[in-house]
């Protein structure tokens, strides 16, 4: 079975600082993984994906991630961050042949002046 | 190009009562999928359909059920409604979803209906 946990259900950051959400994921066979955002009232958007290709991945708006088999971590970062950035983050695990994406339970990012 | 669609926006109903919820895919998307994201327990799969057949069900009881229709859009149906049903439920899309990798089938999701159940 297929696992995700995301440590920290809050991050608080200052605007400009660095963003960084944690994702372990537990996986018997390669995974591919997925960081989503959540705005408030929305559904989710596609952040990035891992699919095997390059380690490290790069998203839109500056969002990037490393994938760590030896650490099964696939951390999310954003240099600066900005008051927009607040919302909802979730990491994702989902493999090959199986349509369902196992999702974390969620960090909410708070992005203070 | 129009995304998910999903409707209603939000629903109130009470104990034991029945609802129908409904998700219009990204056009040329063939697969459909339905999450509840309920309070404190974070995004779960519900039910996966591609080309009007079920493909994949999440751990829920048999009260939930789906279909999908020739069009691609789909409904999800919670009979005998339960305190702890109320969340939100999400619906995506992707391309068609029995070839390839997930990874090559992008889940685009929709906004939601909110179902509250008293």
């Known amino acids: 079975a297929q696992s995700v946990t995301q440590l920290g259900s809050h991050v608080s950051v200052s605007e400009g600082a660095l963003v960084l959400l944690r994702c372990n994921y537990s996986?018997?066979?390669?995974?591919?993984l997925f960081w989503y955002v959540q705005y408030p009232n929305q559904g989710l958007q596609l952040l990035l994906k891992?699919?095997?290709?390059?380690?490290l991945v790069k998203g839109i708006n500056d969002f990037e991630a490393e994938f760590k088999k030896s650490e099964t971590s696939f951390h999310l970062t954003k240099p600066s961050a900005h008051m927009s950035d607040a919302a909802e983050y979730f990491c994702a695990v989902s493999s090959t042949g199986f349509q369902k994406l196992v999702f974390g339970t969620g960090t909410r990012l708070l992005v203070s002046p | 190009e129009a995304g998910v669609t999903q409707s209603p926006t939000h629903l109130i109903k009470t104990r034991g009562q029945q609802v129908t919820l409904r998700c219009s895919p990204i056009?040329?998307?063939?697969?459909v999928y339905w999450y509840q994201q309920a309070l404190g327990l974070g995004l779960q799969f519900l039910l996966w359909y591609d080309e009007g057949e079920e493909r994949n069900r999440g751990n829920f009881p048999p009260r939930f059920s789906g279909r999908q229709f020739p069009n691609y859009s789909s409904e999800l149906n919670v009979n005998a409604l339960e305190l702890e049903d109320s969340a939100l439920y999400l619906c995506?899309?992707?391309?068609?979803?029995?070839?390839?990798?997930?990874?090559?089938?992008?889940?685009?999701f929709g906004p939601g209906t909110r179902l509250t159940v008293l």
């Open positions: 891992y699919t095997s290709a390059a380690t």
């Open positions: 056009s040329g998307h063939t697969s």
């Open positions: 996986s018997s066979v390669p995974p591919y």
């Open positions: 995506a899309s992707s391309r068609t979803g029995t070839s390839g990798g997930p990874g090559l089938n992008e889940q685009f």
